[in-house]
């Protein structure tokens, strides 16, 4: 069989490397997340049981795959960050964006029932797409605009949700209280109705989360000696803070290495 | 808090458009199912329960995007067709891709235990690209490469296994000895030492599996009249048989309609 | 000097190859012409010279590309076509763009002389874009549209004019009156007032002018026999008519040749 | 005429957007040079016709697009560099190419004749690529690469032309003599043979022309008071010295502003 008459066809793949030097972001997002959210009950305004799973997957993710160095997640998307010397996969678009989703949504389905106490209704997906930034404050920008969204959702979500819950209000009801009104009304609103300080809801909620690689020290015990002394060990650290600022960056700054 | 200030950092997002009028072709492949075979004992040289497991994920994502026409699977790899004149996503080629990697990945783990009596020793995960083909010749021949490719490797394949498993020889040894052969050395050898007419080897092992979209008659019984009637009906159909020879296409012109 | 130390900033270079099997056209249009015409006093609303100065530059690049079979020009545009086949600078899309637009331009300043009996006030400037076609019925679609926009243009145009320069009107007021008409009133129009026929006007001005590769039989003399045999001769032909309808193309089926 | 039924053809152009806040060069090159500078008798190695009129066209490229901050010559090749900010042509690769070159190559022949004191043979052209760098240390490494390697050849042209000219050696020759030598090879040679310092040679032959926008106090007459005061004016501005060091970017910091 002459398999070389159509191995042409070959060359019809078109090269979609990325710029060197570059940030990439390969940033992935529920397919349909509001039915499949609904389908398994999820809590409202939010899950733990399913933040839990996101980030266990996307600690699995970063895992895989050791040029991402940071990643940010919430709700149902997460963005993970290629540093920009990143060679892997010779910087092919869909080929980092297809084996980031398609991992994550493995993990995902995989570890469901680690996370919840009955099985999955249908296989849910995950599209992913790929961005990439150019400098430094490009890509802080980046990050600052999903956890400034994530905010906003979360403020509105909690708003919305102790209307419905707590005052038995309509969907469409606490639609409509809620449409064009500021932070500042919201705030009050959890305030005075509530009796809810948005401040103190859990960090997780409102700054979502940020995972990122870093070294730290753990005993080790040596068994010759019995004493135990500190080591060096790299982990995958979890937090839930404000990465807008300038702060975060300070403390942290071998996250922005090339 | 101002999400307005951060918010341009969407216009850095590319757009990957796949020209118009043209076939594309979704092709996903299994990462690293060397090792992922055989941590999960895949019978060899062909496991019917991968095969099916990898079929059935096929037609979920088959059923979930209409405009994927036919699909052509053979080992851990499946190439989608979508039809020309679609505009599914805008026809954005990360998109397309990342959402049909997300769905086929998702549904192999959650359809495992259908078909296997052992769970997953961990998540797989698949990669995807996209490629586009101009005319329906060239759409042909892209999908006469893939049987081309599948029967030369089940055929080695198959040579490969039974030296493994029949004569005993280690895997190197087998490898040596069919190191260079043609088709006609690696039949004869199949006839001669054991017994095997390649021919008729099962078709699904030698021509892979071929997926598209057509309609049925199915008899419907209508309850006024307690009679049948035959009605059309769109099915997914499967076979296992030449798709490069232009016998299949004459009689299935209607796969290559716009 | 290390070079090498720098030469690293070769590799962000993105290949823009473009995808085989199609048919590529670059078209290339005046920039500022509108000013331009005016400053070397273009005859309205056709110059023959500059017409003419078109196609002698139009001519000059196919004699350089052989992979350009044929073009079309009108106004101070002309739309090359690449056959589908042509590996031409590997197709990649910036290279053949800036060697045909900048030789058509060094023409275009270099012939000026031939066709105008006074100096170029200054040099013009020609952009240019690449588009691709997957199938022949896209490809002559393309030519189609040109022509189409090039009758409704010069239609217009001819109008436009014929109120300007044979019955004083302001060009203001020429505007107004064409403003919204439709092709049967323009033609009307030219016809009462001004007893054009337009379907007498000259056809490169109604048609556009398209330019392809043929052969020629042409007479050689034979000097020994001082007889005269007729012999092939590839020539570029240029004709003004109608490339809309299937009959031009059914007569000349080569021109679309892979 | 059914323009409408064409006009879907405009959707098959593909976009070619340059990634924001990235730096952009288009750098123009002579096509088939080699033979142009023979048919021209260019003075041999370096023509300072040919270099001025190079520059001028330079000139002319920059003064109609503002965005262009700085450019860097040698030879037949010409690096324009637009900021990394700019907004021209919604930075369309193609357009920014396209619009270049030909403006470029309709001064150098527009202008010809200022230089030379005979007409062109025949018309010249030059091809152009669009090169994107994200860090300003990426652009600086570009332009060092260009002056570097303008150096190495103008060393070794400098040898060849002398060992041609001034020994009689065939080209053939000079080139075997120069062979895989290295820079103090050439040049001692060039001092013990020729008595050349090969560092007292023009600097714009060993450095190449820089071009860029600065600001200039040019004195300027006020005619009531008939006294003379010094104004700030824009003026691009021409130098031949080392722009791989330091030194010369810490005197311009402005040049690398967005």
């Not at 060359?11 to 959210?37: P, Y």
């Not at 709700?75 to 540093?83: A, H, L, Q």
């Not at 980031?100 to 995902?108: K, M, R």
């Not at 809801?201 to 005993?219: A, D, I, M, N, Y």
Request: charged share 25%; with cysteine; proline share 3%.
């Amino acid at each position: 069989m002459a398999q070389s008459k159509f191995e042409y066809v070959r060359n019809f793949e078109l090269d979609d490397s990325i710029l060197k030097n570059c940030w990439i972001v390969i940033r992935i997002d529920g397919k349909g997340f509001h039915k499949f959210s609904s389908a398994h009950n999820f809590v409202k305004p939010n899950d733990n049981r399913a933040l839990d799973l996101m980030n266990v997957c996307a600690r699995a993710v970063m895992g895989e795959f050791g040029d991402i160095v940071m990643a940010y997640g919430e709700s149902d998307e997460f963005s993970f960050v290629i540093r920009r010397s990143s060679s892997l996969y010779s910087r092919r678009s869909s080929k980092l964006s297809s084996c980031i989703v398609s991992l994550f949504t493995s993990h995902y389905v995989w570890k469901w029932s680690q996370f919840f106490d009955f099985p999955l209704a249908y296989p849910p997906a995950f599209d992913a797409r790929c961005v990439v930034y150019p400098t430094d404050q490009n890509l802080r920008d980046y990050l600052s605009w999903r956890q400034a969204d994530s905010h906003i959702n979360n403020l509105y979500n909690t708003c919305f949700w102790a209307l419905v819950q707590k005052k038995n209000l309509s969907c469409k009801e606490a639609e409509a209280q809620l449409k064009g009104t500021l932070s500042d009304y919201k705030n009050e609103l959890l305030f005075s109705e509530f009796g809810i300080n948005y401040n103190n809801e859990q960090p997780r909620h409102r700054k979502g989360s940020f995972l990122f690689r870093t070294t730290e020290k753990v005993p080790v015990l040596d068994k010759r000696t019995n004493s135990t002394t500190l080591k060096q060990k790299k982990v995958i650290q979890e937090v839930h803070q404000d990465i807008i600022g300038d702060q975060f960056w300070k403390e942290r700054s071998f996250l922005l290495d090339p």
